[in-house]
């Protein structure tokens, strides 16, 4: 029931930074207006996009997406705008781009900020006129397409960087749309993880849990990742788990693969104890290590240690106080 009323469209949120994008978008999805949505890396831009397409009067027609980053810039050109017979190496036959394919609905231009800018210039012309050629054409092919373009970058930065035409931005950002992170969402954070682990239970047809560590979990990581992040947790987790999930066991045994620092010359994962040295002095040395190595995020080291993250912060507390003049 409280996912049912915390669903807009292809996305979730019940915080207030999800309720202002939820007004946001229902305001410009009804207009032909372009959208430039920008948000970190796994926030969920290509499910706004999607969201804005379901809820405008273009829905039933194509709704294309293509990400500007992962397309080489050889190869950009005629992904977009299609090429005849024989206009390139390779080229055996004609072929539609992504803007002839999105006509009369809506193209998704994800990363932009990311397109060469050779191709920028064109891609404003089209914004403007809604006429191209494709590779190797002739005349010129009119279509009527909305853009909704996403990046994980400021644009304003990437602006002034020299990534973005500034042109291009301004025509772009008629309506710009900011997705919060994860960690601006509260609460959201088990909502969307329970949204992820009902979808696992039915999939499946078990019934599933989270600890009550877990919950805790959830609440205290900071999740850079963001929503992928915490899907692809609750996953692994779910894998792992009989009846309880443990997303504190999956997240460790997850992090040394993408979040190990390097250790700088001369440096290793070990500490080395003197015979001789107090329990508590070891204890000590321990805790400080682990929140070292991972780079000072206290919640993991605590689950690494084995203790609760209340249990690390009146540690940390007691040896602050030990060091303080009386």
């Known amino acids: 029931m409280v996912q049912a009323q915390a669903r807009f469209g292809d996305l979730f949120g019940a915080s207030r930074p999800m309720r202002q994008l939820f007004r946001m978008i229902a305001r410009v999805a009804p207009t032909h207006a372009n959208v430039l949505i920008e948000g970190e890396s796994g926030t969920g831009k290509e499910l706004v996009a999607n969201t804005i397409y379901l809820m405008s009067g273009r829905a039933g027609q194509p709704l294309v997406a293509v990400n500007c980053g992962a397309i080489s810039p050889h190869l950009i050109e005629a992904e977009l705008f299609g090429h005849e017979r024989g206009s390139f190496t390779g080229a055996v036959k004609s072929r539609k781009g992504c803007f002839e394919r999105a006509d009369g609905g809506i193209l998704f231009l994800d990363e932009v900020t990311e397109m060469p800018m050779d191709m920028q210039i064109k891609l404003l012309r089209i914004l403007e006129t809604g006429r191209f050629c494709r590779i190797g054409a002739d005349t010129e092919t009119q279509v009527k397409v909305r853009v909704i373009a996403a990046t994980n970058r400021c644009p304003r930065q990437a602006v002034q960087d020299g990534l973005l035409r500034s042109d291009l931005y301004y025509r772009l950002s008629v309506f710009p749309l900011q997705v919060p992170s994860l960690r601006e969402r509260g609460d959201d954070v088990q909502l969307m993880a329970s949204v992820f682990l009902d979808r696992l239970n039915q999939d499946d047809g078990t019934a599933k849990v989270f600890s009550p560590a877990s919950r805790e979990f959830m609440q205290t990581y900071t999740w850079p990742g963001n929503v992928r992040e915490l899907k692809n947790a609750v996953h692994r987790a779910f894998i792992l788990a009989d009846h309880e999930l443990d997303l504190t066991a999956a997240m460790t045994a997850h992090a040394p693969v993408e979040n190990e620092p390097v ?6 994962d070990c500490i080395t104890l003197q015979v001789g040295s107090t329990l508590e002095d070891a204890q000590r040395r321990l805790i400080c290590a682990t929140i070292g190595h991972y ?23 007691e040896y602050d106080s030990q060091v303080k003049p009386a």
């Open 263 to 268: 250790a700088p010359d001369g440096a290793s």
């Open 295 to 317: 780079h000072g995020n206290k919640t993991l080291a605590a689950a690494v240690l084995g203790v609760s993250l209340k249990t690390l912060y009146n540690r940390l507390k």
